[in-house]
């Protein structure tokens, strides 16, 4: 397979994603539309991997009970978190937006498979962090692929 020529366009395009690729705090309330969240999750899948281990796994979480449960879960950890700040700064921590559990149509968990079989535990051996950065670079893959599709992340 010969690997295509990107344009000098392309590449300053290329750039200008990765300048304004942001960490969004509001969200519009509608979906997407159909077909492109999994489109973009399939984009993801082509970031390198430890030993091609693939460890990410992404669930779509859309049931209203189970985002409930989300969000419980990250009202106790941010309560204990501003609860471990000093006074000084517990004001500004608590203004933060933190969450889009709210707003955000669509809720993505992001798992990593701390030991996959596939692969075979090939690069892994002295440094099983590995497989987390692998994951990580999933979450970027996707990350920039939605900045490009305007889908906020
Ligand atoms: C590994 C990682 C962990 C992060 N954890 C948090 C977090 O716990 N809470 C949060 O509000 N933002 C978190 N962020 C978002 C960063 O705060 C954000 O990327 C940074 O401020 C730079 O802003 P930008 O992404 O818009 O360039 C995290 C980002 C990364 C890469």
Same mark, same amino acid.
């Given at each position: 397979m010969t690997q295509p020529g990107f344009s000098g366009? /392309?590449?300053?395009?290329?750039?200008?994603?990765? !300048?304004?690729?942001?960490? @969004? !705090?509001?969200? !519009? !309330?509608?979906p997407v539309p159909a077909g492109v969240l999994d489109g973009l999750l399939?984009? %993801?899948?082509?970031?390198p991997s430890v030993?091609?281990? &693939?460890?990410?796994? /992404? @669930?779509? @979480?859309?049931?209203? %009970?189970?985002?409930?449960? @989300?969000?419980e879960d /990250?009202?106790?950890?941010? %309560? &204990?978190a501003l609860a471990a700040r000093d006074g000084s700064d517990a004001g500004d921590y608590a203004r933060l937006k933190l969450?889009?559990?709210?707003?955000?149509p669509h809720h993505v968990a992001v798992f990593s498979d701390n030991d996959p079989a596939q692969g075979r535990g090939l690069g892994r051996g002295t440094m099983p962090q590995t497989t987390t950065w692998?994951?990580?670079?999933?979450?970027?893959?996707f990350w920039l692929a939605a900045t490009a599709a305007g889908v906020g992340v």
């Open positions: 366009t /392309f590449t300053k395009e290329f750039e200008t994603l990765l !300048r304004w690729r942001r960490d @969004v !705090r509001h969200f !519009r !309330r509608d399939a984009t %993801a899948c082509l970031a030993g091609l281990s &693939e460890p990410w796994r /992404f @669930v779509r @979480v859309d049931d209203p %009970a189970r985002r409930h449960a @989300v969000r /990250f009202a106790r950890c941010n %309560a &204990e969450a889009g559990l709210d707003d955000a692998s994951t990580v670079m999933a979450i970027h893959t």
